[in-house]
């Protein structure tokens, strides 16, 4: 009659050459699922690597997956190990399905990106004042402007502009409801960085058949605290405003 033995196993290097045997010990050490055992239930202490096959159902527990990373099951979590504020992956690929951000912002390619996007809009909600001077979007109108957050772009109702709070590249969009009366000229739209123009159009207004809507856009860069308008005049001579509904856009693009 055979009796029961103690089973073995084999340690071996990273080379695959073997180191040593040793007495498999009941609660220590587990057998893998795919070679018909239990799997792990808890891990922990693993070193510089990993290689995660198929687990137990219920492992527990925190587990150091490499040197400098923490992966907790219970929560799902990956945090730096103790004394370290940062996970250095460089010169590495992580794959990751089905991401979730949930800080409000987060860095690529060294560029702070607020997520989402930084954006500021104005409306005229009434008409603005007749003049022939160049004016700024909304002169004399009531406004009304959404900004995503106010740490990032402003509207100024005084000056009728908006103002930048970070640097970046930034994007100008305008439908602008513009009444001529029945006059008929070159009204000229300009988008401006701190007064200075970066980009003029000089569509005509046939004023007898007006109101008549008109669309500006364009791709701007602006440093912190920099305002950001956009200015109408028509000839220099002929009276305009903008009529209730005009829109103006902001938003940054990087």
Not at 173 to 181: E, F, P, Q, S, T
Not at 221 to 233: D, H, I, P
Request: hydrophobic share 40%; with cysteine.
């Amino acid at each position: 009659m055979v009796s029961d033995k103690t089973p073995l196993f084999v340690e071996t290097d990273e080379a695959g050459n073997v180191t040593s045997f040793a007495e498999f010990v009941s609660g220590t050490d587990v057998i893998p699922q795919e070679l018909g055992g239990t799997g792990a239930t808890s891990v922990s202490g693993l070193g510089s690597s990993i290689l995660v096959g198929e687990l137990a159902t219920a492992v527990s527990g925190a587990a150091q997956l490499a040197t400098g990373f923490i992966f907790n099951p219970g929560t799902g979590s990956i945090t730096p190990e103790p004394g370290m504020t940062t996970i250095d992956i460089t010169g590495k690929s992580l794959i990751l399905n089905a991401l979730t951000i949930k800080d409000s912002s987060f860095t690529v390619n060294g560029t702070q990106c607020p997520v989402p996007l930084p954006f500021g809009y104005a409306q005229c909600d009434s008409a603005g004042t007749d003049s022939t001077d160049e004016q700024n979007f909304g002169l004399g109108a009531t406004i009304t402007n959404i900004v995503s957050n106010t740490d990032d772009i402003t509207w100024d109702d005084t000056n009728k502009y908006f103002v930048v709070a970070k640097a970046g590249t930034y994007e100008l969009l305008a439908n602008l409801v513009v009444d001529a009366g029945a006059q008929n000229e070159i009204l000229t739209v300009i988008a401006k960085v701190n007064g200075v123009a970066k980009l003029t159009i000089a569509p005509r207004v046939y004023g007898s058949v007006g109101p008549v809507e008109r669309t500006f856009q364009c791709v701007l860069t602006a440093t912190a605290g920099q305002n950001v308008s956009l200015t109408l005049q028509m000839g220099g001579t002929k009276t305009i405003h903008l009529d209730e509904g005009s829109t103006y856009r902001i938003g940054r693009l990087k």
